[in-house]
C-alpha cells in the first residue's frame, strides 16, 4: 500500500505562486505513478496533473497548463507541483494520489485510475 501526505497549502493573491508537496511511502518495487486532483466547492473532483514513476511522463489537464508544473525526487520521494498565475478558480482542495504502476503509457489524470489518496491541502486564492 501507499501513503501520501500533501504539505504546502495555504492563501495566495490572484496571480501569485505556491508549491505543493507529496511524500509518499510505502512501496517496494517500482516508483508510483502520481497524480494531483483538486475539488472546488460545489464541484466534483478533477484531474490537475500526473507523473510516471520516472518523470518521463507528465500530463496536465488543459485548465492549468503553462501554469503549472509537476515533477519528483525520487531519492526524496517527494512529488511536487509548482503552481505560478494562481486564479480564484483555481481555490480547491488539492490531493495527491498513487497508482503502483510506474509506467502507465501517457499518465492519466483521471481520479478512477488511482487507488491510494492523501489527505488533501486547502489552497485559497484571493484578495
Known amino acids: 500500500q501507499l501513503q501520501l501526505a500533501e504539505s504546502g497549502g495555504g492563501l495566495v493573491q490572484p496571480g501569485g505562486s505556491l508549491r505543493l508537496s507529496c511524500v509518499v511511502s510505502g512501496f517496494t518495487l517500482d516508483y508510483p505513478t502520481i497524480g494531483w486532483f483538486r475539488r472546488a466547492p460545489g464541484k466534483e473532483r478533477e484531474g490537475v496533473a500526473c507523473i510516471g514513476g520516472y518523470g518521463i511522463s507528465t500530463n496536465y489537464a488543459s485548465a492549468v497548463k503553462g501554469r503549472f508544473t509537476i515533477s519528483r525526487d525520487n531519492a526524496r520521494k517527494t512529488v511536487y507541483l509548482q503552481m505560478d498565475n494562481l486564479k480564484p478558480e483555481d481555490t480547491a482542495v488539492y490531493y495527491c494520489?498513487?497508482?503502483?504502476?510506474?509506467?502507465?503509457?501517457?499518465?492519466?489524470?483521471?481520479?478512477?485510475?488511482?487507488?491510494?489518496w492523501g489527505q488533501g491541502t486547502q489552497i485559497t486564492v484571493s484578495t
Open positions: 494520489a498513487g497508482n503502483l504502476k510506474a509506467n502507465l503509457g501517457l499518465c492519466p489524470v483521471l481520479p478512477g485510475r488511482y487507488e491510494y
